[in-house]
């Protein structure tokens, strides 16, 4: 079954978008595209869908590739962005990685852009994984010392095997007759 992959792709002519969309397709992938031609459609679009990924071809006329960079990473969506070209130097490519895109392709080297797609989204996945879980973390903690403090009993937890306090509640500090930061250790 091919994976549904919502792609953006930044991209002055239909067949260099359907090059993309086949390679995609080629690496069992279920595209779903938008293709813009400027500047200002990118910001657009990038406050109106969500994207998985997007794909900017470096020679498109009247586009500033830093700009959109920028926009990407304003949005706070942060898509991995894999910019391609088929004139540009690496020169130029390590400029715009330093901007901000994840990877940079020569069209005369096009084989490297499936493993770059899949290296990119499994990183952006990761990426979304632990922030995920570190909110869902910070969320559970929260709600530990919400309850924990409003509990009617004294309420202490002490490690094993060593005994020592590595919580105490205010009414069990209380009971105990010392100040948390001494009962705790």
């Known amino acids: 079954m091919d994976k549904l992959l919502n792609v953006l792709i930044v991209e002055a002519s239909t067949e260099g978008a359907d090059l993309i969309v086949d390679e995609l397709k080629r690496g069992g992938y279920e595209p779903v595209t938008g293709m813009v031609k400027t500047n200002q459609a990118v910001s657009s679009?990038?406050?109106?869908q969500f994207?998985?990924?997007?794909?900017?071809?470096?020679?498109?006329?009247?586009?500033?590739?830093?700009d959109a960079l920028g926009e990407v990473r304003d949005s706070g969506a942060c898509p991995p962005v894999i910019v391609?070209?088929?004139?540009?130097?690496?020169?130029?490519?390590?400029?715009?990685?330093?901007a901000g895109a994840r990877d940079f392709i020569k069209k005369d080297d096009f084989a490297r852009f499936l493993p770059a797609v899949e290296r990119e989204l499994n990183e952006y996945q990761r990426h979304y994984n632990q922030k995920f879980s570190e909110t869902a973390l910070q969320e559970s903690e929260d709600n530990f010392q919400i309850i924990t403090e409003a509990a009617p009993v004294g309420l202490a937890i002490a490690g094993y095997p060593d005994g020592k306090v590595l919580y105490a509640?205010?009414?069990?500090?209380?009971?105990?007759?010392?100040?948390g930061h001494k009962l705790i250790g």
Do not use: Q, Y
């Open 45 to 48: 679009v990038l406050r109106e």
């Open 84 to 98: 391609v070209s088929g004139a540009t130097d690496m020169k130029h490519g390590a400029c715009l990685m330093r």
């Open 169 to 179: 509640n205010p009414l069990a500090c209380e009971i105990f007759g010392v100040p």
């Open 51 to 66: 994207w998985d990924l997007i794909v900017i071809d470096l020679e498109t006329l009247g586009f500033d590739t830093v």
